[in-house]
């Protein structure tokens, strides 16, 4: 399988939390749907070139967190819950928005010229016909 | 449980420490990164637990053990020094290595050749310094050794080879009971790999830590944080 997303690393931030992120953008964007198989943990290691004992930790994570399960012997699963995932997208959105909104106001910008500028953009980057699922 | 464990280790060469009082232990199945520059004590570290220089003064326990003939036989030391015979072929250094480790694994040995794209016929002579790295850490990584010991694997090497060792090395990690031990200056290119860190300064640790840990912690990665205590 191949997720794109994973290529770039930060290596500013912990690396397990931003291969926790991965799969769940992945998950979100059903490039992993319920109860596929997500890739295991020598697999990604290798792909991304870094501690199998890190890709480890975000599994352990993810499983915590009721977005994946273990079936013994076969590997990792994405969660057949339905709400669960539902609740992953909310989680995602608010963070996008949160990250966004946290980096605007770093430069002083106020919400009617956020506003603003989001219409603009969507508009001169023929943005406004995307699909918005 | 713990692969290894120093207390108090110094090392002298003369008048020079090169190790002064270090004290640290690495649990089993932790790739662990000992950075530092050039003359920081690293491969004296390394060569103590390999077995191969016997420190001045403290304790060095390799599961439970001093370092001798009996925990050379679970540890695999790749030496930064070039040391390969240049009238050998490739093939006859790994045959002589095979004959002479019991942990040697034919297998991986074949995977890892294959891998690394090593000409097994060419004479070292005939081989870039890229092409001789590789075929080191084709040697290191041939034994089913618990302990690996890697001293500046990706010095003095091209970009397409130090690239192809770092996946050679994700590759042949098997975790939980293995343990590895890499020392480097190229922290950039290592630090993905690495679950723990040392920062070792003129035989002294002035830094520790599990590595995404050091990363939340500071915001910053492990190279940033690496230059700020070096330059």
Same mark, same amino acid.
């Given at each position: 399988?191949?997720?794109?997303?994973?290529?770039?690393?930060?290596?500013?931030?912990?690396?397990?939390?931003?291969?926790?992120?991965?799969?769940?953008?992945?998950?979100?964007?059903?490039? *992993?749907?319920?109860?596929?198989?997500?890739?295991?943990?020598?697999?990604?290691?290798?792909? *991304?070139?870094?501690?199998?004992?890190?890709?480890?930790?975000?599994?352990?994570? *993810?499983?915590?967190?009721?977005?994946?399960?273990?079936?013994?012997?076969?590997?990792?699963?994405?969660?057949?819950?339905?709400?669960?995932?539902?609740?992953?997208?909310?989680?995602?959105?608010?963070?996008?928005?949160?990250?966004?909104?946290?980096? *605007?106001?770093?430069?002083?910008?106020?919400?009617?010229?956020?506003?603003?500028?989001?219409?603009?953009?969507?508009?001169?980057?023929?943005?406004?016909?995307?699909?918005?699922? | 449980?713990?692969? #290894?464990?120093?207390? /108090?280790?110094?090392?002298?060469?003369?008048?020079?420490?090169?190790?002064?009082?270090?004290?640290?232990?690495?649990?089993?199945?932790?790739?662990?990164?000992?950075?530092?520059? /050039?003359?920081?004590?690293?491969?004296? %570290?390394?060569?103590?637990?390999?077995?191969?220089?016997?420190?001045?003064?403290?304790?060095?326990?390799?599961?439970?053990?001093?370092?001798?003939?009996?925990?050379?036989?679970?540890?695999?030391?790749?030496?930064?020094?070039?040391?390969?015979?240049? =009238?050998?072929?490739?093939?006859?250094?790994?045959?002589?290595?095979?004959?002479?480790?019991?942990? =040697?694994?034919?297998?991986?040995?074949?995977?890892?050749? /294959?891998?690394?794209?090593?000409?097994?016929?060419?004479?070292?002579?005939?081989?870039?310094?890229?092409?001789?790295?590789?075929?080191?850490?084709?040697?290191?990584?041939?034994?089913?050794?618990?302990?690996?010991?890697?001293?500046?694997?990706?010095?003095? #090497?091209?970009?397409?080879?130090?690239?192809?060792?770092?996946?050679?090395?994700?590759?042949?990690?098997?975790?939980?009971?293995?343990?590895?031990?890499?020392?480097?200056?190229?922290?950039?290119?290592?630090?993905? %790999?690495?679950?723990?860190?040392?920062?070792?300064?003129?035989?002294?640790?002035?830094?520790?830590?599990?590595?995404?840990?050091?990363?939340?912690?500071?915001?910053?990665?492990?190279?940033?944080?690496?230059?700020?205590?070096?330059?």
């Amino acid at each position: 399988m191949t997720l794109i997303q994973f290529k770039k690393f930060d290596e500013s931030r912990p690396i397990y939390l931003q291969v926790i992120e991965a799969i769940k953008k992945a998950i979100i964007r059903g490039e *992993l749907k319920p109860g596929d198989k997500i890739p295991s943990v020598r697999e990604l290691a290798q792909e *991304l070139r870094i501690n199998p004992n890190t890709v480890q930790k975000a599994y352990q994570e *993810l499983e915590r967190e009721g977005i994946t399960f273990t079936r013994r012997g076969q590997g990792n699963f994405v969660t057949e819950d339905q709400d669960k995932i539902t609740s992953l997208k909310q989680e995602i959105l608010e963070k996008i928005v949160r990250d966004f909104i946290d980096e *605007l106001s770093s430069v002083n910008l106020n919400l009617e010229d956020i506003m603003e500028k989001i219409k603009e953009y969507m508009k001169n980057e023929g943005h406004s016909n995307r699909k918005f699922r | 449980m713990k692969a #290894i464990v120093i207390e /108090n280790l110094g090392k002298r060469f003369g008048t020079l420490w090169a190790v002064r009082d270090l004290s640290f232990h690495i649990d089993e199945g932790k790739i662990l990164g000992i950075c530092g520059p /050039n003359g920081s004590g690293k491969s004296t %570290l390394l060569k103590i637990l390999a077995g191969l220089l016997r420190p001045t003064r403290g304790m060095v326990k390799i599961y439970g053990k001093n370092p001798s003939k009996h925990t050379k036989r679970v540890v695999s030391y790749m030496s930064e020094i070039d040391y390969l015979y240049p =009238w050998m072929k490739a093939g006859e250094i790994l045959d002589f290595a095979a004959s002479f480790y019991e942990d =040697w694994d034919e297998r991986k040995r074949k995977d890892l050749v /294959n891998f690394l794209k090593i000409e097994e016929d060419k004479k070292i002579r005939e081989l870039s310094r890229g092409m001789r790295g590789r075929l080191k850490i084709a040697l290191a990584l041939s034994r089913r050794a618990k302990i690996y010991l890697l001293d500046e694997p990706l010095s003095g #090497i091209d970009l397409s080879s130090r690239a192809k060792i770092l996946d050679a090395l994700v590759r042949e990690y098997r975790g939980q009971e293995e343990t590895m031990i890499i020392s480097t200056h190229l922290v950039r290119e290592a630090e993905p %790999l690495f679950e723990e860190v040392i920062f070792l300064k003129e035989g002294e640790i002035i830094l520790r830590g599990d590595a995404d840990e050091l990363r939340e912690t500071r915001g910053k990665s492990i190279t940033e944080i690496f230059l700020e205590y070096f330059i």
